[in-house]
Every structure is written in C-alpha cells, then in structure tokens.
C-alpha cells in the first residue's frame, strides 16, 4: 500500500491531518513528534480511528534523541522515548515503527567505534521492545551527512547484526550515497518498510517523486518482490499526492 508522511504534519492537529490524508491515502505514517507525538494521541486517536477508513505505521521520534549518546543520560532517555513510542504505538493496534539508529558524535574525532557499540546496545534493548509489545521495529538506512549513522548498507547491518530487527529502506537517503542497488541486494528479505522521496544524489531534499535523478523503475523492478507499504516522505500534501499519481504509474509498469 502506498502512504504518506509529512513532518509539516506534525504542527497540525492530528486529527485534522487523519481527515486530510484519508481523502488522498490508505495510510498514514505518523511522525511522532509535537501535537503528533503518539504518547499524547494514542488515547483520543483509539477513540476516533473508526471514523477514518485507514491503516498507520508510526516514525519514531528522531528530535532530540540520539541512541548512540556519549551521555549516558541523553542515551537512556532517547531509548525511553523510543520504548514509550512503540508502548502507544502498540495501544493503537499499530505494528509498524520505524526508528533511526543513532548519531556519531559532531565534534570528536576517532570516536565512531565507540557510537557502533553504544547504538548496538541500544538497539538491543529496542528488539526486546519491539518483541514485548508485538510489532516490528524497522531501523533506517539514513542519508549522507557526516553525524548519520547506517548510511551504506554494511554499516546497518553491523549496526543490527545478531538481532532480529528489519529494515526500514529509505529509497531516497541511499541516493544520497549513490547506493540504491547496493542497498536493495543487501537488504532484501529483511525490509520491513520503505520511504520513497526524490532527490538529485547529493542533499536528502524530499522532492517529489520525479523530480529529482533517481531512476525509480530500476529501483521497483529490483524491489518486486516485496510486499509491504510504500511511505511517500514529502515536503507537503500537494506534493504527497503528486507523487502517489507517478508512483503508482511506475508501480504499473515495473
């Protein structure tokens, strides 16, 4: 199924975003920040979800949190955050949380092993979570920026080696590394979820779905065996809806 997530979203009511996505969309992504924090919705959405003809995953929240933290404080609240998120995530009889996997440290230097170990530990103790409350937690492949963590295929897997965890595939963000293919070889039978977005390989800019120089035919005949859910990543609706047209006439013709 095709759906959408938006971070514009995440300023509005969310129960003016559900009434606003169902008229476009079978599903929604929430990006579980500010008034679409699921911690502080999932009591009000179990009581209007009926209304509204959908499915949802969520995205964990990624402000502020780093699971990979030097500070062992900061690290044990990002894991909290993230815990609670998939607690209300499953109290909405959601199954779907996508979560990032950490953040190297900006200002030191040769200190990348130390934040594998720490994001591993983390994720870790996000497994255990992902299995107590029944869902599958999908840790993303994230864009090229210096402080990313699992930004090429290798370093995800290490990052989630000798767990059970899937794989969220972020389409867009492996452009960014010119690794699409790499990515989807590596990947495949553990990708739980899929972002899609358009960029022109050198920013993570969210363009629509043609916009930009990803060759998504290559890509969807690569990915036809899989199953799940196609997240549109936008910068807004009109640019959700865009894309959902072309993406299902590339979806047609893989």
């Not at 530990?121 to 299995?131: F, P, Y």
Request: negative net charge; contains cysteine; hydrophobic residues 40%.
């Amino acid at each position: 199924m095709i759906g959408v997530s938006c971070t514009q979203f995440s300023v509005l009511d969310p129960e003016a975003v559900m009434e606003m996505v169902s008229k476009e969309f079978g599903l929604w992504e929430i990006f579980s920040e500010a008034e679409n924090s699921v911690i502080g919705f999932s009591s009000r959405f179990n009581e209007i979800k009926g209304a509204y003809s959908m499915r949802y995953s969520v995205h964990a929240p990624i402000c502020d949190i780093n699971i990979a933290s030097f500070n062992d404080r900061i690290r044990e609240v990002s894991v909290e955050e993230t815990l609670r998120t998939m607690e209300h995530a499953n109290a909405m009889d959601i199954r779907t949380v996508t979560v990032h996997p950490g953040l190297y440290s900006m200002t030191l230097y040769g200190t990348n092993a130390r934040s594998v170990k720490l994001s591993k530990h983390s994720l870790k103790r996000i497994e255990k979570g992902a299995e107590e409350y029944g869902l599958t937690a999908a840790i993303e492949n994230l864009p090229s920026l210096r402080m990313m963590m699992g930004q090429m295929p290798g370093d995800l897997l290490e990052l989630i080696d000798g767990t059970d965890l899937k794989i969220c595939f972020d389409i867009g963000h492996a452009n960014t590394m010119g690794a699409i293919d790499e990515c989807i070889d590596a990947f495949k039978g553990r990708i739980a979820n899929i972002h899609i977005h358009d960029n022109a390989g050198k920013s993570d800019d969210h363009l629509t779905i043609g916009d930009g120089n990803i060759d998504f035919s290559n890509a969807l005949s690569k990915l036809k065996g899989y199953k799940g859910n196609y997240i549109i990543e936008s910068k807004s609706m009109e640019s959700a809806v865009v894309s959902k047209k072309r993406l299902e006439y590339l979806m047609r013709n893989a």
